[in-house]
């Protein structure tokens, strides 16, 4: 059974921090690992990784997949009011295109 | 605008009631997902279809029901046999290649009186 585990499960920063949210995941034939931020109801997509793009960045945010490790993470520079959310981890493996989902972060960001 | 949508927003079912969840995409997906959401309990798999007519049970498939009748709709029924079924419902697609990402809808917020 695909497993993907999110630490913390709740952080609370002030505003300018930078956190690293973290996820690590146990799939069958590994095919990509996703990001996603849901602030009230539907998640919305942030990043994928696989093992041929490792590491992407747009703005304020970034994340590495080490799969040596089967991890990633996830950084938010210079956080803001509005990046509080919970944000997802999600892989897909094998060939059934099954999207396995992690607990979540919740991430608080206090001015 | 290309996207999916869930339907109702909200939902009140008595207990003992059998009660279906719309999704419908525009998206031209392959593959539909149904997804449950507690608090501090993230995104459980129900039920997945990759094709019309196929679909595989998630992790927590008991006591819900599926079809795929067409490619653009995936409802999800949630039985009696559901104890627990007061929860978040997110209904997602995602195409088989190029970017696979799934999309999701605004979800539907199913309460038990």
């Known amino acids: 059974e695909d497993k993907v585990v999110q630490s913390p499960l709740s952080l609370v920063v002030h505003e300018g921090d930078t956190v690293t949210l973290n996820c690590s995941y146990e799939?069958?034939?590994?095919?990509?690992l996703l990001w996603y931020k849901q602030e009230k109801k539907a998640p919305t997509f942030l990043f994928m990784l696989?093992?041929?793009?490792i590491e992407k960045k747009s703005g304020r945010l970034s994340s590495i997949l080490d799969k040596k490790e089967l991890s990633s993470i996830l950084n938010i520079t210079a956080t803001q009011t509005g990046d509080s959310a919970i944000y997802l981890c999600?892989?897909?493996?094998?060939?059934?295109?099954?999207?396995?989902f992690g607990k979540g972060t919740l991430l608080t960001v206090n001015p | 605008d290309g996207g999916i949508t869930q339907s109702p927003k909200y939902l009140f079912r008595k207990e003992g009631q059998n009660v279906t969840l719309s999704c419908e995409q525009n998206?031209?997906?392959?593959?539909m997902y149904w997804y449950r959401q507690d608090p501090g309990q993230g995104l459980r798999l129900i039920y997945y279809?990759?094709?019309?007519?196929?679909?595989q049970k998630g992790d927590i498939a008991e006591g819900y029901s599926v079809s795929r009748e067409k490619k653009e709709s995936f409802p999800l029924t949630v039985t009696s046999a559901q104890k627990n079924p007061t929860a978040f419902y997110l209904c997602?697609?995602?195409?088989?290649?190029?970017?696979?990402?799934?999309?999701f809808g605004q979800g539907t917020r199913l309460t038990v009186v």
């Open positions: 997602a697609s995602s195409n088989q290649g190029g970017s696979p990402e799934a999309f």
């Open positions: 279809s990759q094709i019309v007519n196929d679909f």
């Open positions: 999600a892989v897909r493996g094998g060939s059934n295109y099954k999207l396995t």
């Open positions: 998206l031209n997906h392959d593959a």
């Open positions: 799939v069958t034939n590994f095919r990509s």
């Open positions: 696989t093992s041929s793009g």
